[in-house]
């Protein structure tokens, strides 16, 4: 179709190529652009979000979670949890859907040459980081240590799991994954304990390293103070706010943290960025 | 641009040529005690009273209340857009608006600018000619002077109509578009009405301006809030608010919209419509949590987006002083005073 105008709000039609079923409620849809110069001419970098639409349902904010250095598709991992995660959930490969982006700032992963990298995640959380991971892997010998902590709630709730088992098998990458008490099996190898304890037990160093942190607000809570403990500088610890977002584009004004725009000035952000800001998110 | 002076019952004859060069066009029109912009197809349906504030402001010429964003149609898998050309949008002209609804389109136009470029809302705006009229009054809930502008402000005008006492209107063209509205009235407009720029009749419009001393000043009330996030006064002041959001509304400069599905089976559109920062819902995340939880915090942030947060972003203030807000209030939050007694603190 012509862009007679050249309309932010107007979506690429993608279509639905793959699906996982990640978790109980978890799904991963990879999509690609039915337009292939569409596809060429898209990019984006390791962070950036994008709106995500079932025609009929509406739009919904995720981040895209596949990385850059893998083209000509995108990924998002979302629970089903409303009208619109409903809508995509139903969905079928061959299937058609709408995607705009990518919006937003990105990690600085550039900056993190030659740095150790930490991640830690909880839950559905992993999918921004996965991002910047594979981004990391597909370019391994740029970069220092890297050490992943990934907790969720019980081993049905963990997701990418043949992932989680390929970066286990990699002895350039340090995995711990965790389940919450009560959430292991009885054939469970990994730890058991909430994330920010695991953290705390790991206690990888703080020099030269830069943490991102990605999971539910009481999960990043309860990781800043250990990382603070370990010696992370607030300016070496990254992060994601997730506000509710509908334009992602700075207009429709309702992902604002202080006079900070979630969708145009984050949704990055470094934990000294955020002590800076009124706790509105 | 040129000035002229016209006849005040040459106003409705200009106004006809402009319903008849097939313009759409919206005033202020009564019905039923309440005066609003609704269509007009002649002069006579315009409200009598020429210096009613009408509910609503003009920014529905460009950012109406609901509208469409694209189409879709479905078919098995696949789904195709479309959507709206910007020449179906119709050449509107909005007569006998207020200098502060003018004022608020400057606001508006930086919010749909400042990084991406809202089309929707340029190409209505390109196609919408705005004809205020001087306040020679002003009610209680007015400050547009303490906030940069004025009952004869000029700025975001097209065109500019000062009813003068003499019996004479200065008309004041400001922008091409204003020129092409006076151009459908060759005989009114014509180089024997041409006003010249040191005329007396600039001095005769200041005269006949509403008298509308400044309360305070938009520096002051960004200063205050720059370490009023944790004051007591949202909660002060907010107490009596219901979050109805008829303020945004109702103001022109507020920009805040929804994004929402109208689905007719197999097709349907996209569309977005107004939203109020003021809606406990705005915020709030899928899981229940809501960094805005009280009517305090949304205050604030009102407050604090239109006096602080976009004069450090935009380089523009969110507000024209036009008082609407205050008039729609179901619970009669003045503005005015709010800002006031901010000011003093
Ligand atoms: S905030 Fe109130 S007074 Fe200011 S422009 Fe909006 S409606 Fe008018
Ligand atoms: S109109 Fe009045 S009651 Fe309604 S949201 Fe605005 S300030 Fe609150
Ligand atoms: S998502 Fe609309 S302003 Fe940020």
Redesign the interface.
């Known amino acids: 179709m012509d862009r007679l105008i050249d309309n932010p709000y107007l979506p690429y039609v993608m279509t639905v190529e793959r699906i996982t079923q990640e978790a109980p409620g978890v799904k991963t849809l990879r999509l690609r652009f039915k337009n292939p110069e569409e596809a060429e001419n898209f990019q984006f970098r390791a962070g950036q979000f994008a709106e995500y639409s079932a025609f009929g349902e509406g739009e919904c904010t995720f981040c895209i979670a596949s990385p850059p250095t893998r083209k000509g598709y995108v990924e998002c991992t979302f629970r089903q949890a409303g009208r619109v995660t409903s809508g995509l959930s139903r969905l079928e490969e061959g299937q058609e859907m709408g995607f705009r982006g990518p919006f937003g700032n990105t990690f600085p992963i550039e900056e993190w040459k030659g740095k150790n990298l930490l991640f830690v995640a909880g839950g559905i959380a992993l999918p921004p980081m996965r991002c910047v991971i594979w981004n990391v892997l597909d370019r391994r010998k740029e970069f220092g240590n890297v050490t992943i902590i990934y907790g969720a709630k019980s081993v049905a709730d963990l997701v990418y799991k043949d992932e989680l088992k390929e970066w286990d098998e990699r002895p350039d990458v340090q995995l711990y994954t965790t389940v919450d008490p009560g959430g292991e099996t009885p054939d469970w190898k990994g730890k058991v304990g909430f994330t920010p304890a695991v953290l705390e037990q790991v206690a990888p160093s703080a020099e030269n390293t830069v943490a991102i942190v990605c999971g539910p607000p009481v999960m990043i809570k309860f990781s800043f103070p250990v990382l603070e403990k370990l010696g992370f500088r607030d300016d070496a610890i990254f992060t994601t706010l997730e506000n509710r977002m509908k334009c992602g584009i700075g207009k429709c004004g309702r992902c604002n943290v202080g006079k900070l725009y979630v969708c145009k000035d984050g949704p990055v952000f470094t934990k000294a960025q955020l002590n800076g800001l009124p706790p509105e998110y | 641009m040129k000035n002229y002076q016209i006849k005040h019952s040459d106003l409705d004859g200009w106004l006809e040529k402009i319903i008849a060069a097939g313009r759409r066009v919206i005033a202020p029109v009564t019905e039923e005690g309440h005066t609003d912009f609704r269509p007009i197809h002649s002069p006579a349906e315009v409200a009598a009273d020429d210096q009613v504030q009408t509910i609503q402001s003009a920014k529905q010429a460009a950012f109406p209340k609901a509208e469409t ?2 189409s ?1 149609r ?1 078919e098995g ?10 020449e179906s949008y119709l050449q509107t002209v909005v007569w006998r608006a207020r200098p502060c609804d003018a004022a608020g389109f400057t606001p508006l136009s930086a ?2 600018n ?7 809302y340029n ?1 209505r705006l390109a196609r919408t000619t705005l004809v205020a009229f001087s306040c020679q009054q002003a009610d209680a809930y007015c400050f547009c002077t303490s906030v940069g502008g004025g009952p004869g402000e000029k700025k975001g005008c097209d065109i500019l109509v000062t009813k003068l006492p003499s019996g004479k209107a200065l008309v004041e063209v400001c922008t091409e578009k204003g020129e092409a509205l006076a151009a459908l009235a060759p005989g009114l407009f014509s180089e024997a009405n041409a006003v010249a720029d040191d005329s007396p009749l600039f001095a005769e419009k200041q005269s006949a301006l509403a008298q509308l001393p400044a309360r305070f000043s938009k520096e002051d009330i960004r200063r205050h809030l720059a370490e009023a ?1 944790d004051s007591p006064v949202w909660r002060e002041q907010s107490e009596r608010c219901l979050g109805c959001g008829a303020c945004a509304f109702v103001c022109p400069t507020c ?7 109208d ?1 007719h089976g197999s097709h ?1 559109r ?1 569309i ?1 419509c107004w ?1 109020s ?1 003021a809606f406990a819902l ?6 229940g ?1 809501n ?2 939880p009280s009517q305090a ?1 949304r205050w604030r ?1 009102r407050i ?2 239109k006096f ?2 976009m004069p ?2 935009l380089d523009a203030t969110g507000c024209t002083g036009c008082g609407r807000c205050s008039r729609a209030c179901p619970v009669d939050m003045n503005l005015l005073e709010h800002l006031t007694s901010i000011a003093q603190k």
């Open positions: 964003l694209f879709y479905k898998t696949a789904v195709s857009l479309d959507q709206p050309a910007p919010i749909f400042w990084d991406y470029k809202d089309n929707l190409a996030f920009a805040c919209f929804d994004i929402q599905e689905p349907g996209r977005r939203d920062c705005f915020t709030q995340h899928t899981s949590h960094p805005r915090t942030q604090l987006h602080s947060y450090e972003r």
